[in-house]
């Protein structure tokens, strides 16, 4: 069976608020597209550290990634969206852990005093952290996801997000990883965006996302 988010025009099941019953209705966007313009949504930025930018191995296009996450941030602030980053804390001997020089948030997108900042030891944001709570005094709905790393932290949190019923937005030209053994950089990135955004997530560029002006 197809997903039901596909991106191009899909037939959704809308629900009858008269009888109650699941009609056919067609739609050309999934009818979350407009929380843009409203204070449930928040820019999550996943593990964007100094340590992803080590000469030795650094992420994949990781300037290109830093300049276009970078934008996002600025428009989400100028319109009121909430910016929550997602800090990985390594542990032992990782390159990732709080008294290491690869712990800090990179300079080029560090948050600000009024941004909040949540520190994870898994590859789900959302494992034994305070993230669902922070979303929901907040009342946010809406997730808008970009960092690092695509199959992992990205991956993981995406899906999780879904299940627990958030609307997630993926910018596909804002995340990145590394080559590995098998896949370039580039084709793991393509990957899933392709099949995250078959059920999970909605795929936008950074460009088609359209942040409006917050409402209270």
Wanted: proline residues 4%.
């Amino acid at each position: 069976m197809q997903g039901f988010r596909s991106r191009s025009k899909i037939t959704w099941l809308v629900a009858s608020q008269s009888s109650g019953v699941a009609v056919a209705g067609l739609l050309t966007e999934p009818p979350w597209e407009k929380a843009y313009m409203h204070n449930n949504t928040a820019l999550v930025i996943i593990d964007v550290q100094l340590g992803m930018f080590d000469d030795s191995d650094p992420v994949y296009n990781g300037n290109e990634l830093l300049a276009t996450i970078g934008a996002l941030i600025s428009r989400a602030r100028t319109s009121g969206i909430s910016v929550i980053y997602i800090q990985h804390d390594g542990g032992d001997n990782h390159p990732l852990r709080p008294d290491k020089p690869g712990w800090p948030i990179h300079a080029a997108i560090a948050p600000t005093k009024d941004d909040l900042v949540i520190r994870k030891r898994h590859p789900d944001s959302f494992q034994e952290t305070s993230f669902q709570r922070e979303l929901e005094t907040r009342g946010i709905k809406h997730l808008i996801v970009a960092g690092i790393q695509t199959e992992c932290c990205i991956d993981t949190t995406c899906r999780r997000a879904y299940s627990l019923g958030y609307d997630v937005t993926l910018v596909q030209d804002a995340h990145s990883t590394w080559d590995t053994e098998y896949l370039k950089a580039s084709q793991i990135i393509a990957h899933h965006n392709q099949v995250l955004g078959g059920w999970f997530v909605t795929v936008k560029t950074a460009t088609e996302i359209q942040f409006g002006k917050h409402q209270s």
